[in-house]
C-alpha cells in the first residue's frame, strides 16, 4: 500500500516556473516507478514524467521534454516535478502516482495522489 499527497500546484504566468512535490508513505519503494500526470478539462489523463526508484532513470513526454526534470529525494521518500518555461497549454491537474515495473499508461498505475492545480495564464 502506497499513499501519495501532492503539493506545490497554483497560478503562474506562461514562461514562469512550479515545482510539484509527491510524499509517499510506503515501507519500501524499491522496485516502484513513480509517475506524474496530468488532466486538463475535457481531455484525458496524460503521461508526463516518470522515474524508476531504484535506478534513478527517468522517462518524459515529448510535450515536456527540456522544460520538465523529475526526481526524487530517497530519504524523504518525495518526488518532485521541476516545471519551467510553462506554457498555458500545461494548465491542468497535475497527479502523482506509483506502481511496480514501469509504464506510462495511466490505468497500469494503481495508487493516486489526490491531485494540484496547475493554471498558467497567457
Given amino acids: 500500500q502506497v499513499q501519495l499527497v501532492e503539493s506545490g500546484g497554483g497560478l503562474v504566468q506562461a514562461g514562469g516556473s512550479l515545482r ?66 510553462l506554457k498555458s497549454e500545461d494548465t491542468a491537474v497535475y497527479y502523482c502516482a506509483s506502481k511496480l515495473g514501469l509504464s506510462r499508461s495511466p490505468t497500469a498505475y494503481d495508487y493516486w495522489g489526490q491531485g494540484t492545480q496547475v493554471t498558467v495564464s497567457s
Fill in 20 to 85: 510539484l512535490s509527491c510524499a509517499a508513505s510506503a515501507r519500501t519503494l524499491d522496485g516502484y516507478t513513480m509517475g506524474w500526470f496530468r488532466q486538463a478539462p475535457g481531455k484525458e489523463r496524460e503521461f508526463v514524467a516518470a522515474i524508476r526508484w531504484s535506478t534513478d532513470t527517468t522517462y518524459y513526454a515529448d510535450y515536456v521534454k527540456g522544460r520538465f526534470t523529475i526526481s526524487r529525494d530517497n530519504g524523504k521518500n518525495t518526488v518532485y516535478l521541476q516545471m519551467n518555461s
